[in-house]
């Protein structure tokens, strides 16, 4: 069974920042790519970034590039996403996913979800 848990969401003032921790654990794939996604009250979960299994590939959403930083140890079960320069717009569940394959923007292209962190940006 693989778990994957998601950290360090809270309450951040437009400007601040936020870092956001997944851990993945249990009978993990032997290779696997870890992705970042959100979802807004009354909208569809969408692609922030992800970052595979070498910790050097990585892809965001135009909206986050610039802002948001995935990182990732070689082979490590944990990943972490800067998050700096928050507004308003990026207010959202944050969830961590992990795909055996190389990174996807979609949410079919992984398997395992964690439970979501709640981030929230004021005005």
């Known amino acids: 069974q693989v778990q994957v848990v998601e950290s360090g969401g809270g309450l951040v003032q437009a400007g601040g920042s936020l870092r956001l921790s997944c851990t993945a654990s249990g009978q993990l794939p032997r290779t696997y790519a870890m992705g970042w996604f959100r979802q807004a009250p009354g909208k569809e979960r969408s692609f922030v970034a992800g970052?595979?299994?070498?910790?050097?590939?990585?892809h965001y959403r135009d909206s986050a590039k610039g802002r948001f930083t995935v990182s990732r140890g070689y082979g490590e079960n944990v990943a972490w996403l800067q998050m700096n320069s928050l507004q308003p717009e990026d207010t959202a569940v944050y969830y961590c996913?992990?795909?055996?394959?190389?990174?996807?923007?979609?949410?079919?292209?992984?398997?395992?979800w964690g439970q979501g962190t709640q981030v929230t940006v004021s005005s």
């Open positions: 970052i595979g299994w070498g910790g050097v590939s990585t």
């Open positions: 996913a992990i795909t055996p394959g190389t990174i996807g923007t979609r949410s079919e292209d992984y398997e395992v």
